[in-house]
């Protein structure tokens, strides 16, 4: 705990898991405070002025500035950290290709047909649902061929960045579709990650337990 930061988290979130987990990986350890989407906690008085938009992961910086978006916190993390975010440019720029992408393209297919089981919204149609399971499984094909190389972590590299962070815990949330396909080099590179980063398993564990629930209730 240090410099007075305190990261926002709903533990159940996949967007804040990946920042739970890279607070103690990059050895920040900043404090953290646990928020309870189910109870409104994101919308008190004192939540709400310090993010009007309501949302979980939010850094509280300092008493003048927070910033949210999972990814955003990500980059202050590992630029603070001066960890798993390349200083050289060309890398960095790569990283940041990939968080874009997770961000714009991967994550909404897992939302759109995810959010149903996971209780964040209604559920969709049985032809939605089916609709939406093909789109995810279409895009975890492109990622696969996109940013995957054997043995190695997203976009080629040798060990995790903190796009592998953001993007891991997105397949956590995934993995609440039954019957889901997965490409055997996305199954092999998330065993990768997870024995790179043993400690990633106790920042997802409460997601993991409630994606579980929500998986058995199918």
Same mark, same amino acid.
């Given at each position: 705990?240090s410099e007075?930061?305190?990261?926002?988290? %709903?533990?159940?979130?996949a967007? @804040?898991?990946?920042?739970?987990?890279?607070?103690?990986?990059?050895?920040?350890?900043?404090?953290?405070?646990?928020v309870?989407?189910m &109870?409104?906690?994101?919308r008190?008085?004192?939540?709400? %002025?310090?993010?009007?938009?309501h949302?979980c992961?939010?850094?509280?910086?300092?008493?003048?500035?927070?910033?949210?978006e999972?990814?955003?916190?990500?980059?202050?993390?590992?630029?603070? @950290?001066?960890?798993?975010?390349?200083?050289?440019?060309?890398q960095?720029?790569?990283?940041?290709?990939?968080?874009?992408y997770? #961000?714009?393209?991967f994550?909404p297919?897992?939302?759109t047909?995810?959010?149903?089981?996971?209780?964040?919204r209604?559920p969709?149609?049985?032809?939605?649902?089916k609709?939406? &399971?093909? %789109?995810?499984?279409?895009?975890?094909? #492109?990622?696969?061929?996109?940013?995957?190389?054997e043995?190695?972590?997203?976009?080629?590299?040798?060990?995790?960045?903190?796009?592998?962070? @953001?993007?891991?815990s997105?397949?956590?949330?995934?993995k609440?579709? &039954?019957?889901?396909?997965?490409?055997?080099?996305?199954e092999?590179?998330y065993?990768?990650?997870?024995? %790179?980063?043993?400690?990633?398993?106790?920042?997802?564990?409460?997601?993991?337990?409630?994606?579980?629930s929500?998986?058995?209730?199918?």
């Amino acid at each position: 705990m240090s410099e007075g930061k305190c990261l926002y988290k %709903a533990d159940v979130s996949a967007n @804040s898991v990946g920042c739970i987990a890279f607070n103690e990986f990059s050895g920040l350890k900043w404090e953290t405070k646990s928020v309870d989407l189910m &109870k409104g906690e994101t919308r008190t008085p004192e939540f709400l %002025a310090m993010n009007p938009l309501h949302i979980c992961p939010t850094l509280k910086i300092n008493k003048d500035l927070s910033i949210w978006e999972s990814n955003a916190i990500l980059r202050y993390m590992g630029s603070s @950290s001066k960890k798993a975010y390349p200083e050289n440019i060309e890398q960095r720029a790569w990283v940041d290709t990939m968080l874009d992408y997770r #961000q714009c393209n991967f994550y909404p297919k897992v939302s759109t047909v995810c959010y149903g089981f996971l209780g964040f919204r209604k559920p969709g149609s049985e032809e939605e649902v089916k609709k939406g &399971k093909a %789109a995810l499984e279409a895009e975890i094909k #492109q990622f696969g061929d996109a940013f995957l190389k054997e043995g190695k972590f997203m976009g080629g590299f040798a060990e995790p960045t903190i796009a592998d962070f @953001s993007m891991i815990s997105a397949i956590e949330f995934a993995k609440v579709i &039954k019957g889901l396909k997965w490409e055997k080099s996305v199954e092999e590179y998330y065993e990768r990650f997870n024995k %790179a980063v043993p400690g990633f398993a106790k920042g997802a564990a409460i997601c993991r337990g409630y994606v579980k629930s929500c998986y058995d209730k199918q």
